[in-house]
């Protein structure tokens, strides 16, 4: 599944409109804190984890949207107000964090 439209709803959201017709609705900041990054969510490195490190201070511009660049024909780049630009959202982990009732009951029928 890919991305047919990609908007900012608001100034707080974010539009998809998949090729399925599914529609979905972002806020910027779930969307930050879903940042697939390792600064973000970690990484592991020849077996050992590494656990990003939590700031303890709201970043001014943390979550404004600056801008959205797609990456190939897989993904999107998201660009935020605070300088964060690492992490690239392909369509795959953006349609699994889909917030819509459809998509959560999904999820939850599936585990």
Not at 36 to 43: D, I, L, Q, T
Not at 73 to 84: K, L, P, S, T
Request: proline share 5%; aromatic share 10%; with cysteine.
């Amino acid at each position: 599944m890919r991305p047919i439209q990609i908007k900012q709803k608001s100034a707080a959201e974010l539009f998809v409109k998949w090729d399925d017709g599914h529609e979905s609705v972002y806020t910027l900041q779930y969307l930050r804190e879903e940042c697939p990054c390792a600064s973000c969510k970690g990484e592991t490195v020849l077996l050992h984890s590494y656990a990003p490190v939590k700031l303890p201070v709201m970043t001014p511009g943390k979550y404004e949207l600056k801008n959205v660049q797609q990456v190939g024909n897989y993904a999107i780049q998201v660009f935020w107000g605070d300088g964060h630009q690492t992490g690239i959202y392909s369509w795959e982990y953006l349609r699994a964090l889909c917030p819509c009732e459809e998509c959560e009951q999904e999820r939850s029928s599936s585990s």
